[in-house]
């Protein structure tokens, strides 16, 4: 496909998408009323107004915007001159923000990658410098940055199969954009060969973002407290961002465990799911107990149903073994890096390719354990549970491959350096 008709499709494609993002607004706001807020940013109409130069970073929801801490943190040490924007798609990803960054920072939502959206995004806040987290290319946005002189980096750039699968169909269109960008710093070598296979040029290899997240002295502290709630003497399994259909899965693989005493610790990846696995427990008449509700754990209850936000690292610390969600049903995995930081051994399904280069490095090294399927997980889990020297050394594996990956703050920074000088 030619570039010009890559553009013609890829114009089409959004005017016939635009009927359906509203209707998808107002379907996920039956669940998440958030959704209903600030319509008209997704449209590139702002009310906030900067007053000092402006860093703007683009972190689409939750996993994006808590890579982005550190890089963050940087930035406002770096340039103190200037404000940080951040940018979002999804009402969780802003809320996480609002939780992580305060005030010290400006956020709104991206507009749709239309032209006549993204251009007024750029007009109004004519940001120094643009930063797109992970996999986010949108030609026009791109497009619109270029013809205004804004220099746009692609960092702690990934790319999946399925995403470079997608992208391919308009490889014309995406090589175009690839071109424009100032930069790309790619978590690692699969993401970088993914990239250049589509045309992109001068890709660095900068790690990933996620290594440079430290636990919050606050998480661990309340990480041990939480397990004294649990019970001191109770084995504490986490199921960390469990996506639809895991957790009866879960539920499966602990009752064939058969571990004595086992509590479970279930955190659902979207909030929304709350209920919806809550019913599942009652369904399946399993005693449980929500984490909001801030109770001691009695000793009959199975399962802690965590619907609390912000406290993944306390349930890594709580816990004895993590199985890590969206992974054994095909959504392409989450996040272990911060089970890793805080040294809990690793459990991870086969659908894993959102972290393909995380998973084999930790697998390789010893901090985690890969299954095909709900009965080998309780094999897993019932031989980790029942070693306490198996959990050792995975523990100490999984901290010292936590470690070992650190540095891609300062590689980002370096190249950020080469585009916006420090003053």
Known sequence: MNLLIARIVYGLLLLLALPYALLHLLWRARKQPAYLRHWGERFGFYRIRPTQPLIWLHAVSVGETRAAVPLVKALQAQYPSHRILITHTTPTGRATSEALFGDSVLRAYLPYDYRFAVRRFVRHFNPALGLLMETEIWPNLIAACQQRGVPVLLVNARLSVRSARRYRKLKALVRVSLGQLSGIAAQGDTDARRLQALGAKGVEITGNLKFDSTPPPEQMVLGKQLRETFGADRAVFLAASTREGEEALVLEAINEA??????????????????????????????????????????????????????????????????????????????????????????????????????????????????????????????????????????????????????????????????????
């Open 258 to 423: 058969a571990t004595p005493d086992l509590l479970t610790v279930i955190v659902p990846r979207h909030p929304q799911r709350f209920d919806e696995v809550a019913a599942l427990l009652e369904k399946h008449h399993v005693k449980y107990q929500r984490r909001s509700a801030n109770q001691p754990i009695a000793p009959d209850t199975v399962v802690v149903l965590g619907d609390s936000m912000g406290e993944l690292f306390a349930y890594y610390r709580a816990a004895d073994v993590a199985f890590i969600g969206g992974s054994l049903l095909p959504f392409g995995g989450q996040n272990l890096i911060e089970a890793a930081a805080v040294g809990c051994p690793i459990i991870v399904g086969a659908h894993v390719w959102n972290f393909t280069d995380a998973v084999r490095q930790a697998v390789a090294c010893g901090a985690a354990l890969q299954v095909t399927d709900a009965p080998a997980l309780a094999r897993r889990l019932g031989e980790l549970l029942y070693s306490a020297p198996l959990r050792g050394e995975m523990a100490a594996a999984a901290l010292a491959f936590s470690r070992a990956h650190r540095g891609a703050t300062q590689r980002i920074m370096r190249m950020i350096a080469l585009h916006l000088p420090p003053r």
